[in-house]
């Protein structure tokens, strides 16, 4: 497990403008941009990208009788089975 901690750095001004520049090109977050640069000096490797696939299940169903969709106290009681 990855422990993440934040920490506080002074950077010089025109390697932070370049930087942001270089997240905003490749539309990925400063963190990222950054990571990348230490882990490059430090000769580690950059984790890939996980790759996310959604599998959508469609549920077909009906309303039970006496649910009032615009009531959710009402309905969260009739899930609880008061």
Do not use: C
């Not at 403008?17 to 977050?29: H, I, L, M, V």
């Not at 640069?37 to 790759?51: F, S, V």
């Amino acid at each position: 497990m990855l422990l993440r901690v934040r920490t506080t750095i002074d950077i010089n001004d025109e390697l932070l403008r370049a930087a942001k520049r270089r997240a905003a090109d490749d539309r990925a977050p400063l963190k990222r941009v950054i990571e990348s640069a230490l882990l490059n000096y430090l000769g580690g490797k950059e984790r890939a990208p996980m790759d996310y696939r959604l599998d959508w299940h469609t549920e077909h169903g009906r309303i039970q009788a006496g649910v009032r969709l615009d009531d959710r106290d009402a309905l969260f009681d009739r899930m609880e089975g008061r």
